[in-house]
């Protein structure tokens, strides 16, 4: 079973483009990183620039809006993500209470959707996905 776990640092969505990060935590969170690796449960990690140097297209006029950040009516976004594969939601769990977390971060777990969650027709609908997955090797910029 495959997871993301979600890391919202709280206060991040005013966070400025040139935050700055402890080396100390940096250090303690690669730690865990290598604890992840080493168990065999790692699949892929990031961490995420602040809002403040992103953008959101919405569509809610039926024609693609941007809008730079920050978001004034971002109460919570992202910071980085880690995806697993592990064997339950409970070792998901386990995993992420391990993480040296600050009392300001919060980590969501949320499970990913796989093929065979779906009934035979979205299955359908949704052929050669599988492949596109496989194609999407991450490329360091």
């Known amino acids: 079973m495959r997871f993301m776990m979600l890391m919202i640092p709280l206060g991040y969505e005013t966070a400025p483009p040139d935050v700055q990060l402890d080396p100390e935590r940096v250090k303690a969170m690669m ?3 290598e604890a992840l690796k080493e168990a065999g449960v790692l699949i892929a990690l990031d961490g995420l620039h602040p809002p403040s ?3 959101r297209v919405s569509f809610a006029t039926g024609t693609p809006m941007v809008t730079d ?3 004034t009516e971002a109460k919570e976004v992202l910071g980085g993500y880690w995806m697993i594969d592990v064997r339950s939601r409970e070792e998901a769990i ?3 209470k391990k993480c040296p977390a600050s009392a300001n971060e919060v980590i969501e777990i949320r499970q990913i959707q796989e093929m065979s969650d779906f009934s035979e027709d979205v299955q359908q609908a ?8 496989k194609g999407s090797a991450h490329k360091a910029g």
């Open 31 to 33: 730690k865990y990183n």
């Open 53 to 55: 140097m992103g953008a």
């Open 69 to 71: 950040g920050p978001f």
């Open 94 to 96: 386990a995993w992420a």
């Open 126 to 133: 949704a052929k050669g996905f599988e492949e596109l997955q």
